[in-house]
């Protein structure tokens, strides 16, 4: 399946020092590994293994699994009856055992330039044990969930490491969704407390985060789910206030006259003074290997989001041994993910993947553009950073401004690119590879999802040829198929659906709270297999190109929405009878939000309307989701038993006149009308 020898035609081969030195130091290596790792797994972990700490040691089975809905349950274990702790080897290990206390475990950087701090690998440690302390005071014990909505302060990495030290399962819900949407999520996973910040700032944008977390907690309460524990950072300042003793991220250089910060002492508390009397040791909790870790939400194709489970041993050695391996890790790198950490991408390589390691990373609070769009070319150049993973979302913002603002610095610290969220444009690819890493930096394009706990198909930086757009080849232990759609696995150049054949340690293990949901969604439409919800075409040379999502899912600057999710919001409003959502193509954000909504008896389409349906969504879901487009649509078109045609409105939105096959239509006068009121600027 994968090639003896890598191809030598059409391909950049990466060039660069650090090829003697990589851990996968070429494309023969990689084969034999990934030989290795598919046939024994269990001898190509061991080396990953023995570097963590075991409580209890693992005997038998390394990974048990059944992937066949036809034969049972599905399930995926990974040493299960060994015991440890993951916070334990992310910090402890490092500090006490490889007496790496004095590193550098992150250079924090502001959204305002000037904010900074740095925090040893010591340091977390003893703010993680006495947090830990703080949630065993309120009660948290192992298996409890607890939800967690702040900016990106390292206190956020202290919260959910500390959670992961008592066997509290946290469950992160990225600081730009909504209240309703965090209520949604506290309620799915029945959290018993809630840690949030006052506020922060998005580039000039103040954010009052406990207002909306304030918000969250009413609907709970609303909905006869009170949760009556809230922690709050205190991360901004009013103005003339001092700094707040004892915080990792420095409050925002710039005061702040507008915040809001409601209060009520019958939930509230205060995360200083919580800290300030709490103890710094806390003896970790023992956990089996298959005890849950963490809960993230994705969207799910019927609307409601799905909360995806993430184990501790399996998704430890995996989020590991990708990180080593893909960012090609060196002790004496300093390495840069720009995602948030309410996104897997963050807790898989910002928190775990990286501390595993022991290694130096920058903590961004910030935008690309703020306070200009040579932002990120100066925290690279201040910091030295040598690894740098972003979106291609942001590597076409960032194009659009030309090479200047890059070349205002140097860049002769970076060694390795990554980027990861949807498919990269060749063209983003080429503006990466030439004028970020200036040629001498491979670009490693990882494909995977919330769902994988870590990077799936990806190229290795020193031994896989790349071409630009395609994720390349399988991670170790990773078996891809390409089906067609009777479910026949397709050999050599072709494309379908993309499929995996067998687990991994990072795979997710169910649906929180609804392993029924799990089955459907992943492996009831190919029996025998793990379903991606991706097109995939294969190349001659056995390369794997992701050619974007084939259910109903947007990808929205590399974050995946249902349409039935946007649809849901807009019906709630009174003057809208029906919508329907599709992804219209965007030059940055990958694809952009186009609704056509159909309209009450009676009701006529406005401005003010059109307002109040994009408020509606952001509040229903978040800013995210905003409508690009809003078309009034007196009639959408349907098939003869009424299924509305996807199909049909994503050709309209991006107003592309060959429709293919409408023979299945029940009106096709519907078309004209449609087309006439396209709208071709965003409102
Ligand atoms: C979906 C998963 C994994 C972290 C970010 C998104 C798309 C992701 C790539 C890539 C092509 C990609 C897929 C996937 N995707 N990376 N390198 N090339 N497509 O996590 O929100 O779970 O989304 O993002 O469509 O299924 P997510």
């Known amino acids: 399946m994968i090639p003896d020898k890598a191809p030598g035609e059409d391909v950049l081969h990466a060039s660069g020092d650090f090829k003697k030195e990589a851990h996968v130091p070429s494309f023969e290596k990689y084969k034999e590994l990934y030989v290795k790792s598919v046939e024994s797994p269990e001898e190509f972990w061991a080396d990953f293994v023995k570097d963590f700490f075991w409580k209890k040691k693992h005997n038998g089975k390394f990974l048990d699994y059944n992937f066949d809905v036809t034969k049972g349950e599905i399930y995926v274990k990974c040493m299960e009856g060994a015991s440890t702790n993951i916070c334990y080897n992310v910090l402890d290990r490092n500090v006490n055992d490889r007496k790496l206390g004095d590193r550098v475990a992150f250079y924090w950087e502001g959204n305002e330039p000037g904010d900074e701090k740095t925090v040893s690998y010591r340091e977390l440690l003893q703010q993680v044990c006495k947090f830990a302390n703080v949630l065993k005071s309120q009660g948290v014990k192992k298996g409890d969930r607890v939800s967690i909505y702040m900016p990106m302060v390292v206190e956020l990495v202290v919260a959910m490491l500390a959670c992961a030290r008592i066997g509290a399962v946290h469950s992160i819900v990225f600081a730009g969704f909504s209240a309703e949407s965090l209520c949604e999520r506290i309620m799915d996973s029945r959290c018993c407390l809630l840690i949030t910040a006052d506020g922060f700032y998005r580039g000039d944008k103040l954010i009052n985060l406990k207002l909306i977390a304030d918000e969250a907690l009413q609907k709970c309460r609303e909905k006869s789910f009170p949760v009556e524990k809230c922690i709050m950072l205190k991360h901004l300042t009013k103005e003339d206030e001092g700094t707040t003793p004892g915080s990792l991220s420095p409050p925002a250089k710039r005061a702040c006259p507008d915040l809001q910060v409601p209060w009520n002492s019958e939930v509230d508390m205060c995360w200083h003074s919580l800290m300030y009397d709490a103890l710094d040791e806390c003896e970790p909790v023992w956990c089996d290997s298959e005890d849950p870790l963490f809960i993230l939400y994705t969207s799910g194709s019927t609307g409601k989001p799905k909360g995806v489970l993430h184990t501790v ?35 898989s390589y910002i928190t775990y993947g990286p501390l595993a390691n022991g290694a130096t990373s920058v903590l961004f609070e910030g935008l690309p553009t703020y306070p200009d769009v040579s932002r990120m070319w100066e925290i690279v150049d201040k910091y030295q950073v040598s690894k740098f993973y972003t979106a291609p979302t942001a590597i076409r913002l960032l194009m659009k401004y030309g090479s200047e603002p890059v070349h205002k610095y140097k860049r002769d610290s970076l060694k390795i690119l990554g980027t990861v969220g949807e498919p990269i444009n060749p063209e983003a690819w080429h503006w990466y590879y030439n004028v970020v890493g200036e040629k001498r930096c491979p670009v490693v394009d990882t494909f995977w999802q919330t769902e994988t706990g870590g990077h799936v198909l990806t190229p290795l930086p020193a031994a896989t040829p790349m071409k630009p757009g395609s994720a390349t080849f399988p991670f170790f232990g990773v078996v891809p198929a390409i089906l067609n759609e009777s479910g026949e696995e397709l050999e050599g150049p072709s494309e379908g659906y993309l499929v995996f054949k067998q687990p991994w340690p990072g795979v997710m293990r169910t649906v929180y709270g609804n392993q029924q949901r799990f089955e459907t969604t992943y492996f009831k439409k190919f029996p025998g297999y793990y379903v991606t919800g991706d097109g995939c075409r294969r190349d001659k040379d056995g390369y794997y190109w992701i050619t974007g999502r084939i259910d109903d899912m947007l990808n929205v600057s590399g974050h995946l929405l249902s349409t039935a999710e946007v649809e849901s919001a807009l019906v709630e409003h009174e003057s809208v009878a029906e919508a329907a959502v599709v992804g219209r193509p965007h030059p940055v954000k990958g694809e952009s939000l186009y609704c056509f909504v159909s309209l009450s008896d009676g009701i006529s389409y406005n401005q003010k309307l059109e307002a109040e349906l994009k408020k509606l969504v952001r509040e229903k879901i978040g800013a995210i989701a905003t409508p690009d487009y809003i078309q009034n649509a007196p009639s959408l078109p349907k098939t003869r038993s009424g299924k509305i045609m996807r199909r049909i409105l994503r050709k309209i939105a991006s107003n592309e006149r060959d429709l293919g096959d409408v023979s299945t239509l029940a009106d096709s006068s519907v078309i004209d009308q449609l087309f006439e009121n396209r709208c071709s600027t965003a409102v």
């Not at 002790?331 to 897997?344: K, R």
């Open 313 to 347: 041993s399996g998704y430890m050695l995996y989020t590991a041994a990708t990180f080593k391996l893909v960012f090609d890790y060196h002790p004496d790198d300093v390495y840069w993910c720009t995602a948030d950490i309410g996104w897997i991408t963050g807790h």
